[in-house]
């Protein structure tokens, strides 16, 4: 028989359990919301063939990081404007995810939005979190800089691209079939390209009976198409951004110099003769391309581009990409410059986490980018899937680099069975090094689809060494703080005129002559003196530290 103690203690255990069954089921339900995925808002430009959404990366990071995406995103026309937007509205994401060359943030943005608390320092998170970040910025001194603001900082983080070819962009690419059809060398001088060029415009090199060649086409967009800059630093420096010059020391403005309208001139005169498309003033890279794989006859004589394939297929089955050869800098009047950035690194954020995200979804977040600089996590970003788009090497292929073991090699197909949303492409280009980019396989033969690489890693040569002895250093140099915001404003609005003016010369808009005066005075209202001055006091302080190093 049970004592009245034991009852007593039956009765009490059993509302012990009674109690506890509720609080069991909360810990099972904590044990849930632990495997769910913690989702993530990310601000992204997204291309007219990619769906983040269903994107094979894109998933690829979700089952690997246990997150689950929501994309805000936009189409790259007017990226910048509405990326603007998103900040200004206070209904931001956890993070933005952005392709350089469409649209980031700039050194100013990201000084004014971590200032502002809306960009989350990423320090500490890279050093408890990021281990392939931080081994990075240990290897590459410039790249911790390229990303540290003045304050110690890191409020996002840049594209770095140890890129050969992307170090020269603004190249020239020639019809080297229509050159031997028609007994003419390779043009050294501007004038000599002039001649060139009336050729191509006359001596019907394609052949078909008809007037339809356009000897020199490019695009408004970024990638080295902008007809302009070539062309111009055959008289004065144009580095198409800052439009500065450097000269033992001294930052001036080249835009507004008698070399500048000199090289207006000469511009204008190709123009004048029909020797210049007029869409390359206004069309995009898709427009460009169509001038290229034109579906009759062949009637693109010569394009600027950083590579050929922005204008011109230059994949399997292709019929044309060989055609084009690079011509070196030529030799003006005044100057024989190759446009130089170091690196192709560009100074402010692709990648900056804001105040958004909560104390979990910053770990995931950096943990994302710490995957995008290892070497795999670049290729299934920017290449696309293993198996399908890239591979590992056979037995016996050479990498670009001969002195470095061969990691990855492109499945290559035809431009059309290309496979678009297996990969962010330009999004994802985060961290490409010299080992990672020269790992690639690439063919001896640089006109084979699988040679490109080396293609142009060759072309590039011809450009090796031609900027000027000192060039402004725009990707290794902060704004000091205090004048960072006036500083973006005055290159934009600089940069607006700068643009509009030479498109008004060329095209006949403006007269040389008459317009000049008023032009450098307008250029000069809008604050050229103290844009260069901030630019100077920026370059001073770069030289010191340069020197202490």
């Excluded at 009245?4 to 506890?20: D, E, G, H, P, R």
């Excluded at 081994?135 to 140890?162: K, M, Q, V």
């Excluded at 004048?272 to 069309?283: K, M, N, S, V």
């Excluded at 060759?458 to 090796?464: D, F």
Aim: glycine share 8%.
């Amino acid at each position: 028989m049970k004592t009245l103690a034991q009852s007593a203690y039956a009765a009490i255990s059993i509302c012990v359990l009674l109690l506890a069954l509720p609080a069991c089921d909360y810990v099972k339900q904590q044990d849930k919301s632990a495997d769910l995925p913690l989702r993530i808002s990310i601000f992204a430009q997204q291309d007219t063939d990619q769906n983040l959404k269903t994107n094979d990366f894109s998933r690829l990071l979700e089952q690997k990081f246990n997150v689950s995406f929501d994309w805000r995103t936009i189409r790259y026309e007017a990226a910048k404007e509405k990326r603007q937007i998103s900040l200004s509205s206070g209904n931001y994401p956890d993070a933005y995810i952005l392709t350089t060359y469409i649209d980031q943030f700039t050194q100013a943005d990201v000084l004014r939005y971590g200032k502002q608390g809306i960009f989350y320092p990423l320090n500490d998170l890279i050093d408890r979190y990021a281990p392939n970040i931080k081994a990075a910025f240990d290897r590459e001194p410039g790249l911790r800089a390229l990303n540290t603001a003045p304050d110690g900082n890191i409020y996002g983080l840049a594209s770095f691209s140890d890129c050969f070819h992307c170090s020269y962009p603004y190249k020239l690419w020639l019809n080297d079939k229509w050159l031997k059809k028609l007994n003419l060398n390779m043009p050294k001088t501007t004038e000599e390209l002039r001649v060139v060029l009336r050729a191509f415009k006359n001596g019907d090199p394609n052949g078909n009976g008809l007037a339809d060649e356009i000897p020199l086409s490019g695009s408004t967009e970024d990638f080295g198409v902008r007809v302009l800059p070539y062309l111009m630093n055959g008289f004065v420096y144009d580095d198409d951004r800052t439009y500065v010059e450097v000269a033992n020391g001294q930052v001036s403005l080249a835009a507004i110099t008698p070399q500048w309208r000199e090289g207006l001139k000469y511009v204008k005169s190709l123009y004048d003769e029909g020797l210049i498309d007029a869409g390359a003033f206004t069309q995009n890279a898709d427009a460009y391309k169509q001038l290229g794989e034109n579906a009759g006859a062949e009637i693109l004589g010569a394009g600027t581009a950083m590579h050929p394939a922005i204008f011109v297929d230059t994949g399997l089955g292709n019929k044309r990409g060989g055609d084009y050869v690079p011509v070196p800098p030529l030799q003006g009047p005044y100057a024989s410059y190759a446009v130089y950035y170091q690196s192709g690194s560009t100074p402010g954020a692709k990648f900056a986490i804001t105040d958004k995200a909560s104390p979990d979804e910053r770990i995931a977040l950096i943990r994302i980018a710490d995957y995008l600089y290892t070497p795999e996590g670049q290729a299934n970003a920017e290449i696309g899937k293993e198996g399908l788009d890239w591979r590992r090497p056979l037995d016996g292929e050479q990498a670009l680099d001969p002195n470095i073991p061969a990691q990855f090699a492109s499945i290559v197909v035809q431009e059309a069975d290309i496979h678009r949303n297996t990969r962010w492409s330009g999004m994802g280009h985060f961290y490409m090094p010299k080992s990672y980019r020269n790992s690639w396989v690439q063919d001896m033969d640089i006109y084979s689809p699988n040679g490109y690489e080396r293609r142009l890693y060759q072309a590039t040569k011809l450009y090796a060494g031609h900027e000027p002895n000192e060039v402004f250093p725009m990707w290794s140099i902060w704004i000091d703080s205090s004048n960072a915001d006036e500083e973006s404003l005055l290159q934009s609005n600089m940069k607006h005129e700068i643009d509009e003016s030479a498109m008004a010369f060329i095209t006949g808009q403006l007269d040389l002559e008459k317009d000049w005066g008023a032009y450098v005075k307008g250029i000069q209202a809008l604050g050229a003196s103290r844009y260069v001055s901030i630019l100077q006091q920026a370059y001073n302080r770069w030289i010191v530290q340069e020197n202490t190093k």
